[in-house]
């Protein structure tokens, strides 16, 4: 609301006219009747992190753009902005996002929502009507924004926690008997190994003493779970996994396990390697946390107690992941095998890399569980393979622990913390 008031303020002053964020909204409105969209027109506005810039500019280009007559109308950012627009009556839906470097800069598209209704498919192409771009040079009234102390953010720890020659195939972060404070337990293609939260190494177990799956996995890949003080671990080109425990730094074994578990429970939630592939499908669920019925095999599954109640994550292969649990289920379009579920003032959010298939800098995405909305990114180098949250010290926002591959074939261990 207060940033809503300033750009108000900057738009009606004696000097309003010469303002950045006044000049960008002209100059983007602009562009958007130039492009031939039609009223009434839906917007959406990100700029990732920093919701102060957001407000103040949605306020001001929604009042331009009103101004040529394309009574524009906000709506939510996110996977599901179109079906909304397309059922709120708009015409056309107008996407823009934010950035401030040596200019502040408004890129986005513009795309038709009329549906034709005689035909089998939307009227329009795959891709955007039109391209629109404008940029200013800050001022002051933008810094103040963009540096606004309610903005929030990602951070990447610069050092690495850990390196390997080798890809990492799985994480787990929690409480293993045994050792003092939060553990972060890491599956790689030769050992499993339990480090402290500063990246040190607490013990290491090699892989080669087990049997060799049947039909192993191509890629690196496996389970890890830490349930009452004990580490699960199952890697896909193994045919047995193990229960362990941490003693006298040593990871020692307490029991064979026959299936990879997922989820911890009374019974733990175990699933099925599908054979040389990195996919794995959970076994049967009971209860408000329940699998969808015949989910298909997928990246991943987690399951975890979120502020009401248990929710779960099922990252499919075709790039959606898909939530649910106590609240509706929603599915997010081009999520990439590292995702997770973050808790961050109070309410879930889906933290997902890219589906791109070989980066050389991924993106880590932060969304709203709840309407699919951008809150926050950052760019990590490598490929991200799997993300966990970490509760690395009490009353603390979560962090992300990531498994990032390089083009070397090697991986590295990463931190990403949220930043207020």
């Given at each position: 609301m207060r940033a809503a008031l300033l750009a108000l303020l900057l738009a009606s002053g004696p000097t309003g006219a010469d303002g950045a964020l006044a000049q960008l909204a002209t100059q983007l409105s602009a562009e958007v009747r130039a492009s031939g969209a039609v009223a009434p027109l839906a917007v959406t506005v990100s700029a990732p992190g920093h919701p102060g810039l957001?407000?103040?500019?949605?306020t001001l280009l929604l009042a331009r753009l009103a101004g040529l007559g394309l009574e524009a109308r906000l709506v939510p950012t996110g996977p599901d902005a179109e079906a909304l627009a397309r059922q709120r009556g708009s015409r056309a839906l107008l996407r823009v996002r934010l950035g401030l470097g040596t200019t502040l800069a408004a890129t986005g598209d513009v795309l038709s929502t009329w549906v034709n209704f005689f035909s089998p498919r939307d009227v329009r192409g795959p891709g955007p009507a039109a391209v629109v771009f404008a940029e200013v040079p800050p001022d002051d009234a933008v810094r103040a924004l963009w540096q606004s102390p309610v903005a929030q953010g990602l951070v990447l720890e610069p050092v690495p926690l850990a390196r390997w020659p080798v890809r990492t195939a799985a994480l787990a972060t929690g409480?293993?008997?045994?050792?003092?404070?939060?553990?972060?337990?890491?599956?790689?293609e030769e050992?499993?190994?339990?480090?402290?939260?500063?990246g040190h190494l607490l013990a290491r177990r090699p892989l080669a003493g087990l049997p060799v799956a049947e039909?192993?996995?191509?890629e690196a890949f496996g389970t890890l779970c830490l349930c009452d003080g004990l580490l699960y671990a199952f890697s896909a080109?193994?045919?047995?996994g193990e229960v362990l425990a941490l003693e006298d730094g040593a990871l020692r074994v307490r029991a064979p396990l026959d299936h990879p578990v997922v989820a911890c429970g009374s019974p733990p939630l175990e699933a099925t390697f599908r054979p040389g592939a990195a996919r794995l499908?959970?076994?049967?669920a009971a209860g408000p946390d329940a699998l969808p019925p015949q989910a298909p095999f997928a990246w991943g599954f987690l399951r975890r107690q979120g502020p009401h109640g248990p929710a779960w994550l099922l990252l499919l292969e075709d790039g959606t992941a898909r939530t649910g649990g106590t609240g509706p289920g929603r599915s997010f379009p081009g999520v990439g095998a590292g995702a997770a579920l973050l808790e961050a003032d109070g309410t879930l959010h889906l933290a997902a890399s890219s589906a791109s298939a070989l980066p050389v800098v991924d993106r880590l995405v932060l969304l709203s569980a709840e309407d699919g909305t951008e809150r926050a990114s950052v760019e990590v180098p490598g490929r991200i393979l799997q993300v966990t949250p970490a509760a690395l010290k009490a009353g603390a926002p979560e962090a992300l622990l990531l498994g990032v591959w390089g083009p070397d074939g090697g991986a590295e261990l990463r931190l990403v913390r949220a930043r207020p």
């Amino acid at each position: 609301m207060r940033a809503a008031l300033l750009a108000l303020l900057l738009a009606s002053g004696p000097t309003g006219a010469d303002g950045a964020l006044a000049q960008l909204a002209t100059q983007l409105s602009a562009e958007v009747r130039a492009s031939g969209a039609v009223a009434p027109l839906a917007v959406t506005v990100s700029a990732p992190g920093h919701p102060g810039l957001e407000e103040a500019f949605s306020t001001l280009l929604l009042a331009r753009l009103a101004g040529l007559g394309l009574e524009a109308r906000l709506v939510p950012t996110g996977p599901d902005a179109e079906a909304l627009a397309r059922q709120r009556g708009s015409r056309a839906l107008l996407r823009v996002r934010l950035g401030l470097g040596t200019t502040l800069a408004a890129t986005g598209d513009v795309l038709s929502t009329w549906v034709n209704f005689f035909s089998p498919r939307d009227v329009r192409g795959p891709g955007p009507a039109a391209v629109v771009f404008a940029e200013v040079p800050p001022d002051d009234a933008v810094r103040a924004l963009w540096q606004s102390p309610v903005a929030q953010g990602l951070v990447l720890e610069p050092v690495p926690l850990a390196r390997w020659p080798v890809r990492t195939a799985a994480l787990a972060t929690g409480a293993l008997g045994g050792a003092t404070g939060v553990t972060l337990a890491v599956l790689t293609e030769e050992a499993v190994e339990v480090r402290a939260a500063d990246g040190h190494l607490l013990a290491r177990r090699p892989l080669a003493g087990l049997p060799v799956a049947e039909a192993p996995s191509r890629e690196a890949f496996g389970t890890l779970c830490l349930c009452d003080g004990l580490l699960y671990a199952f890697s896909a080109r193994r045919a047995q996994g193990e229960v362990l425990a941490l003693e006298d730094g040593a990871l020692r074994v307490r029991a064979p396990l026959d299936h990879p578990v997922v989820a911890c429970g009374s019974p733990p939630l175990e699933a099925t390697f599908r054979p040389g592939a990195a996919r794995l499908l959970p076994l049967g669920a009971a209860g408000p946390d329940a699998l969808p019925p015949q989910a298909p095999f997928a990246w991943g599954f987690l399951r975890r107690q979120g502020p009401h109640g248990p929710a779960w994550l099922l990252l499919l292969e075709d790039g959606t992941a898909r939530t649910g649990g106590t609240g509706p289920g929603r599915s997010f379009p081009g999520v990439g095998a590292g995702a997770a579920l973050l808790e961050a003032d109070g309410t879930l959010h889906l933290a997902a890399s890219s589906a791109s298939a070989l980066p050389v800098v991924d993106r880590l995405v932060l969304l709203s569980a709840e309407d699919g909305t951008e809150r926050a990114s950052v760019e990590v180098p490598g490929r991200i393979l799997q993300v966990t949250p970490a509760a690395l010290k009490a009353g603390a926002p979560e962090a992300l622990l990531l498994g990032v591959w390089g083009p070397d074939g090697g991986a590295e261990l990463r931190l990403v913390r949220a930043r207020p």
